[in-house]
């Protein structure tokens, strides 16, 4: 009974010891691939050296050709797929052979038995034969066919520290291993066995003559026709060894850094576009490179899908001297005022203007900072959108301090600046003017959002993400006005030779120059893609000529030249929630009875502001102008009612300083009882509850002056509630202080005044 089993059990016996085995010594698979990055449409852009400093790309199934697949196994295992991963017919000839010559041979390695040597290299005896046998058949258990097929073609040796077929591909042939033809296929083909004696680029007359036997020999076998045979012999050979294909660098690096255990990671870049975008910046660079501007970085996002199809993060990555290796995509510097729009929009948003709003571009001083317009000239009253397309610094000033500037660092916050919501502490009205810092990828993305209804998302790097727009950072009606105002031709920024571009596109853009002239900006949006371009020195030296509108804007529209020029046959429609109304052309408000002039503006329904036009005032005078009433001190006849401008204090100052005539209200009549409350004087020096200090062997005085209204001809200073001086409205008078708090007051002719407090410290130096 017992010899009954016996034959099963000897059957079954290699069976359970290949299990136990497998068991106790597992297969293990740890080979690291370089990483490779590709284009959107899978061209090679990028690939790193493996930690043990080998080349070893990894190729997929779907690049193995059936050419590839052919040649190989005809040349080295033709019954792949019939055998367990041994061959016994081999063996047993290369046993034969070995004891009657004395000689090895390596005819008994199948595909699979190479691939275990591969993946635990050991000296050549026939115990680690043995092992490779059995490291053989795990792999079959383990694997399918072609997947062992697989990873013989990417451990093949090549020579030095080239593995793998497309290793091979790209670094003798600059092909994919799906692209190469088949006297390449066979030359890749037969290298492996005598990777020194068939070295490409030392011998490749010698290569070439043992492709060509080669593929006399498929001739033979039929293994392909007639004329492609003829074709590959008559192929001439003159691969070398090149360098791994360096496109993209910084981003590449990037992704690579992003994605460790990626060995294929595929990039969202539009090689097209990306090397036009490479070659403008570079070439821009040579031009203006002896101004002492040696960097440029642009930023190309296709704005329906977010994703970037072009990032050139310097001017020449391999420039060490200039620092190419810096990615100045995401470097943080002043933005300058390229900030501007955003603000403006959140002011729309809030009903506080709209683009034909007028506003005072005049010297201001809020709690002791003065901010100035970059070409040091104030313009009087301006509206909004000349403000913005001329960059004005005043205005937006102003207009952050009517939103509040906490409420605009918060917003900026949300829309993913990074620096500023770590600043943001320590932020405030400059930040608009670009006192605070931003990297060039955070700004296109907030421009990109302009280019999508204000709707905002994160940028997109691989070719399967799609956008995911999560925010709203402004409304779709704002963002449109904002839009067209940035698409005006009549502004400063304008790139020079405008009217000599060929196929200028249609571009709304804005321009930033940081202080110091380090930074100059420039980014801009059409509606299919967002292009950021920066320009100074990595090393932060500024440069006099280095301004947003003289440099960066030029490069800006290069890109957009080389990359879009069908963009003006497309554009931006407007909401429907935007619309237009008749407001008076001196304060860009709802008009009044007395406005004469009227002009067209965009406007939100519900949102934007509905006051009257308060521009000018009824104002009763005598019958000679030479006095003003009120209705206290009206007589019973002899005057008059007359249209008076309303000037702010502010701008009736302005007007002072640069002695502009403008209509003065007569001064009000001076027996009248009546005490006024409001329109008291603004003091604008000193600051109020500022610390000064003051050099005790220095006779140091400090400024007094103030801001009046229209019709106050004397305002009268007091110090510590003790009369100092009078004078004039806009006239500036000074005063030696004492040490300690020290209370100033202003008072006008019409009983109105204010009053502030400064504390002085006597210091020696």
Same mark, same amino acid.
Not at 352 to 376: H, M, W
Not at 446 to 473: E, R, V
């Given at each position: 009974m017992r010899n009954r089993y016996k034959p099963i059990t000897l059957i079954s016996l290699p069976f359970v010891a290949f299990f136990v085995l497998n068991t106790l010594f597992p297969l293990k698979i740890d080979k690291e691939y370089s990483p490779i990055i590709l284009s959107q449409k899978d061209e090679f852009m990028h690939s790193y050296l493996t930690a043990d400093d080998k080349w070893r790309m990894y190729t997929t199934l779907e690049e193995i050709t059936p050419t590839l697949k052919q040649a190989i196994l005809f040349k080295e295992d033709r019954f792949f797929y019939y055998h367990p991963g041994i061959n016994p017919i081999s063996i047993f000839r290369a046993l034969i052979y070995n004891v009657f010559t004395g000689r090895r041979t390596s005819g008994a390695s199948t595909i699979t038995m190479q691939v275990a040597r591969m993946l635990a290299p050991k000296e050549r005896t026939y115990g680690n034969k043995v092992v490779e046998m059995f490291r053989a058949l795990q792999l079959e258990w383990q694997f399918s066919k072609d997947e062992i097929f697989q990873l013989y073609l990417n451990l093949v040796p090549y020579g030095g520290n080239i593995e793998g077929v497309k290793s091979a591909a790209v670094l003798y042939f600059n092909k994919m291993p799906?692209? *190469?033809?088949?006297?390449?296929?066979?030359?890749?083909?037969?290298?492996?066995? =005598?990777?020194?004696?068939?070295?490409? &680029? =030392?011998?490749?007359?010698?290569?070439?003559?043992?492709? /060509? #036997?080669?593929?006399? =020999?498929?001739r033979v076998a039929g293994l392909f026709n007639e004329e492609a045979i003829n074709d590959a012999i008559n192929e001439p050979l003159s691969a070398m060894r090149t360098g791994s294909p360096q496109k993209a660098p910084h981003l590449s690096l990037r992704l690579k850094n992003q994605f460790p255990s990626q060995i294929l990671i595929r990039s969202s870049v539009d090689m097209n576009i990306q090397t036009k975008t490479q070659a403008v910046l570079q070439q821009y660079i040579r031009q203006i490179y002896h101004r002492q501007i040696k960097n440029a970085v642009a930023l190309v996002v296709d704005n329906a899908t977010l994703q970037v199809k072009a990032y050139v993060g310097s001017a020449d990555y391999h420039n060490p001297e200039d620092a190419g290796q810096v990615d100045g995509i995401r470097a943080i510097r002043s933005p300058g005022s390229t900030l501007k729009p955003f603000l403006y929009g959140l002011a729309i948003d809030q009903g506080l203007i709209t683009p034909k709003t #007028?506003?005072? +571009?005049?010297?201001? /001083?809020?709690?002791?900072?003065?901010?100035?317009?970059?070409?040091? #000239?104030?313009?009087?009253?301006?509206?909004?959108?000349?403000?913005?397309?001329?960059? *004005?610094n005043i205005p937006a000033v102003k207009v952050l301090d009517q939103i509040q500037p906490y409420v605009f660092i918060q917003e900026l916050s949300k829309a993913g600046f990074a620096q500023i919501e770590k600043d943001k502490g320590h932020l405030g009205l400059?930040?608009?003017?670009?006192?605070?810092?931003?990297?060039?990828?955070?700004?296109?993305? *907030?421009?990109?959002?302009?280019?999508n209804g204000g709707k905002k998302g994160k940028l997109n790097f691989l070719k399967t993400d799609t956008a995911s727009f999560t925010q709203n950072i402004l409304t779709k009606e704002a963002n449109y006005m904002i839009a067209e105002v940035l698409t005006s031709v009549v502004r400063p920024d304008l790139p020079a030779h405008w009217q000599e571009a060929q196929n200028l596109p249609k571009v709304a853009w804005k321009t930033g120059t940081s202080y110091g002239r380090r930074d100059a900006w420039s980014i801009g949006f059409n509606k299919k893609y967002t292009v950021g371009v920066w320009v100074g020195n990595f090393s932060g030296h500024g440069v006099q000529e280095l301004t947003g509108a003289g440099v960066a804007a030029p490069l800006l529209f290069k890109i957009f030249n080389a990359v879009d020029q069908e963009s003006s046959k497309d554009w931006f429609a407007m909401p429907k929630g935007v619309n237009f109304r008749?407001?008076?052309?001196?304060?860009?408000?709802?008009?009044?009875?007395?406005? /004469?002039?009227?002009?067209?503006?965009?406007?939100?329904?519900?949102?934007? +502001?509905?006051?009257?036009?308060?521009?000018?005032?009824f104002i009763y005078v005598s019958a000679d102008s030479s006095k003003s009433y009120c209705q206290t001190c009206l007589p019973e006849n002899g005057y008059v009612k007359a249209l008076y401008p309303n000037y702010a204090a502010d701008l009736l100052d302005y007007f002072e300083t640069e002695k502009i005539n403008y209509v003065k209200i007569p001064s009000h009549d001076e027996t009248c009882e009546r005490v006024f409350v409001e329109g008291a004087p603004k003091i604008t020096s000193p600051v109020n509850r500022l610390e000064y200090l003051v050099d005790k062997t220095d006779s140091l005085q400090i400024m007094l002056s103030c801001q009046a209204a229209n019709n106050v001809d004397r305002v009268f200073w007091y110090i510590?509630?003790?009369?100092?001086?009078?004078?004039?409205?806009?006239?500036?008078?000074?005063?030696?202080?004492?040490? &300690?708090?020290? #209370?100033?007051?202003?008072? +006008?002719?019409k009983g109105r005044h204010s009053d502030i407090k400064i504390d002085v410290k006597r210091i020696s130096f």
């Amino acid at each position: 009974m017992r010899n009954r089993y016996k034959p099963i059990t000897l059957i079954s016996l290699p069976f359970v010891a290949f299990f136990v085995l497998n068991t106790l010594f597992p297969l293990k698979i740890d080979k690291e691939y370089s990483p490779i990055i590709l284009s959107q449409k899978d061209e090679f852009m990028h690939s790193y050296l493996t930690a043990d400093d080998k080349w070893r790309m990894y190729t997929t199934l779907e690049e193995i050709t059936p050419t590839l697949k052919q040649a190989i196994l005809f040349k080295e295992d033709r019954f792949f797929y019939y055998h367990p991963g041994i061959n016994p017919i081999s063996i047993f000839r290369a046993l034969i052979y070995n004891v009657f010559t004395g000689r090895r041979t390596s005819g008994a390695s199948t595909i699979t038995m190479q691939v275990a040597r591969m993946l635990a290299p050991k000296e050549r005896t026939y115990g680690n034969k043995v092992v490779e046998m059995f490291r053989a058949l795990q792999l079959e258990w383990q694997f399918s066919k072609d997947e062992i097929f697989q990873l013989y073609l990417n451990l093949v040796p090549y020579g030095g520290n080239i593995e793998g077929v497309k290793s091979a591909a790209v670094l003798y042939f600059n092909k994919m291993p799906d692209h *190469l033809s088949l006297a390449e296929t066979t030359t890749l083909a037969i290298i492996p066995n =005598r990777p020194n004696s068939l070295r490409l &680029g =030392r011998y490749n007359g010698f290569v070439q003559q043992e492709r /060509n #036997k080669w593929l006399e =020999r498929f001739r033979v076998a039929g293994l392909f026709n007639e004329e492609a045979i003829n074709d590959a012999i008559n192929e001439p050979l003159s691969a070398m060894r090149t360098g791994s294909p360096q496109k993209a660098p910084h981003l590449s690096l990037r992704l690579k850094n992003q994605f460790p255990s990626q060995i294929l990671i595929r990039s969202s870049v539009d090689m097209n576009i990306q090397t036009k975008t490479q070659a403008v910046l570079q070439q821009y660079i040579r031009q203006i490179y002896h101004r002492q501007i040696k960097n440029a970085v642009a930023l190309v996002v296709d704005n329906a899908t977010l994703q970037v199809k072009a990032y050139v993060g310097s001017a020449d990555y391999h420039n060490p001297e200039d620092a190419g290796q810096v990615d100045g995509i995401r470097a943080i510097r002043s933005p300058g005022s390229t900030l501007k729009p955003f603000l403006y929009g959140l002011a729309i948003d809030q009903g506080l203007i709209t683009p034909k709003t #007028k506003i005072a +571009d005049v010297p201001v /001083n809020f709690r002791g900072y003065q901010p100035q317009n970059y070409e040091e #000239k104030f313009n009087g009253q301006v509206t909004i959108e000349y403000a913005l397309a001329h960059s *004005l610094n005043i205005p937006a000033v102003k207009v952050l301090d009517q939103i509040q500037p906490y409420v605009f660092i918060q917003e900026l916050s949300k829309a993913g600046f990074a620096q500023i919501e770590k600043d943001k502490g320590h932020l405030g009205l400059s930040t608009v003017l670009g006192g605070c810092g931003v990297s060039l990828e955070e700004l296109t993305v *907030l421009y990109s959002a302009f280019a999508n209804g204000g709707k905002k998302g994160k940028l997109n790097f691989l070719k399967t993400d799609t956008a995911s727009f999560t925010q709203n950072i402004l409304t779709k009606e704002a963002n449109y006005m904002i839009a067209e105002v940035l698409t005006s031709v009549v502004r400063p920024d304008l790139p020079a030779h405008w009217q000599e571009a060929q196929n200028l596109p249609k571009v709304a853009w804005k321009t930033g120059t940081s202080y110091g002239r380090r930074d100059a900006w420039s980014i801009g949006f059409n509606k299919k893609y967002t292009v950021g371009v920066w320009v100074g020195n990595f090393s932060g030296h500024g440069v006099q000529e280095l301004t947003g509108a003289g440099v960066a804007a030029p490069l800006l529209f290069k890109i957009f030249n080389a990359v879009d020029q069908e963009s003006s046959k497309d554009w931006f429609a407007m909401p429907k929630g935007v619309n237009f109304r008749y407001v008076c052309s001196e304060s860009g408000l709802t008009q009044s009875d007395f406005c /004469n002039q009227e002009i067209i503006d965009y406007y939100i329904p519900g949102v934007s +502001d509905y006051r009257n036009c308060l521009h000018s005032k009824f104002i009763y005078v005598s019958a000679d102008s030479s006095k003003s009433y009120c209705q206290t001190c009206l007589p019973e006849n002899g005057y008059v009612k007359a249209l008076y401008p309303n000037y702010a204090a502010d701008l009736l100052d302005y007007f002072e300083t640069e002695k502009i005539n403008y209509v003065k209200i007569p001064s009000h009549d001076e027996t009248c009882e009546r005490v006024f409350v409001e329109g008291a004087p603004k003091i604008t020096s000193p600051v109020n509850r500022l610390e000064y200090l003051v050099d005790k062997t220095d006779s140091l005085q400090i400024m007094l002056s103030c801001q009046a209204a229209n019709n106050v001809d004397r305002v009268f200073w007091y110090i510590n509630d003790r009369f100092h001086e009078s004078a004039s409205a806009n006239e500036n008078i000074y005063f030696t202080p004492k040490e &300690g708090e020290i #209370k100033i007051s202003c008072a +006008d002719d019409k009983g109105r005044h204010s009053d502030i407090k400064i504390d002085v410290k006597r210091i020696s130096f």
